[in-house]
Every structure is written in C-alpha cells, then in structure tokens.
C-alpha cells in the first residue's frame, strides 16, 4: 500500500472512531499532498509524499521553536501533537552511524573531494536519507567533512 493511501485509510479510521483532532492533522497532510499534486499536475509516489511530509515537520518544529520563545505552551502543545502524528508516516530515522556510514558512501560513489562535489553528494544522499533525518543538517556534516 502507498503512503497516500494508507493516509486516506487512516483519515478514514479516523472519521470512525471521532478522532477529531487526529483527523484534523491527517486532512492538513493529505491537503498539502493534494495542493502538490495541483501544483506539479503528477500523481505523487512515496518519495514525494516523503518530501512533503518532512517539509511538514520542518515547518512544526520551527512554530514550537517560536511559540516557546514567545511562552505560548497552548499553541506549542498543539504543533507537538501535529508533528507527533506526521512522524507517524515518515521512515525510521536514521542513527548518527547510519548517516555517517551514508555520508562516507555518498562521497566514495560521487568522487567527493572537495567542497564544490557538494551538490553531487547531496544529490546521491537525498532519496536514501529524506524524511529520515534534518537535510540541513546533513548538509552541514558533508561541508565539513569536504573542507568548507
């Protein structure tokens, strides 16, 4: 089963059980799934459903970073629950040795030496590692690790 649909089926469990908050946070992803779909006019698979779900995940973290330092717990409470159910459908994350063991793969595929292979190691990482791990993050460790 896809990604997609095992959203709609949890929408629709969902809608059974009167699970109105989580049904709220599963039609907030399978809308941002739809308005890309609208957008780029492509059925999605499940790397672009990954895509935006940690594009999703990214936007949560941020509003709980800054409801916290406005001291908003009420608002704060609610992203957490939103990112809770949206890390529900992404891939196990990855460990620090996983993505290490990936980053010194990536480098060894692409012929990485120097700063400016960047874009050709990032491109080799981003299908293994999207939605498993912060892709700023690993771009930061690939920078460093080529001497920038």
Known sequence: MSLKAQ????????????????????????AAIKQQEVDTRIEMDDTAVLVVLDKMTKQRRESIRQYSDAGRTDLVAQEEYELGIIQTYLPQPLSAA???????????????????DMGKV????????QGRT???????????????
Request: net charge positive; glycine share 10%.
């Open 134 to 148: 912060d892709m700023g993050q690993v771009s930061g460790l690939i920078k460093a690790r080529l001497g920038g």
């Open 122 to 129: 990032m491109t080799w990482l981003k299908p293994k590692a």
């Open 98 to 116: 996983e993505l290490d063991d990936l980053i010194q793969q990536a480098m060894a595929e692409t012929g990485a030496t120097s700063v400016r």
């Open 7 to 30: 959203i709609t089926e949890d929408m629709k469990t969902a809608m059974r059980a009167h699970e109105k908050a989580q049904l709220g946070v599963i039609r907030l992803i399978l």
